[in-house]
């Protein structure tokens, strides 16, 4: 494994089980170039995965009770009216 947190994509193929080695048990987070550009893609530890679905539900949940407040406060359109105004 390179030193950098940086790998192409057609190392990453030959070496996929030592970015997964280096991953799972040193918590490193590889990123995966493509023709020497960021690829879109990481491979991280479960622990890193974890902690940011964790954020996303509660992001949902805070959304969820905001939208809630929204309703009990008639703050709303029906879906009747919110049909005709899209001409549903």
Not at 3 to 26: C, P
Not at 51 to 67: F, G, P, Q, V, Y
Request: no cysteine; charged share 35%.
């Amino acid at each position: 494994m390179e030193a950098t947190d940086k790998v192409q994509s057609s190392w990453a193929r030959l070496h996929f089980s030592e970015i997964m080695n280096e991953v799972a048990y040193n918590h490193r987070r590889i990123r995966v170039t493509r023709r020497g550009h960021l690829g879109g893609v990481a491979v991280v530890p479960l622990e890193d995965l974890e902690l940011l679905e964790a954020l996303e539900d509660r992001l949902d949940i805070k959304d969820a009770l905001k939208a809630l407040k929204e309703v009990e406060a008639g703050d709303f359109v029906s879906q009747d009216k919110l049909e005709r105004e899209l001409g549903l």
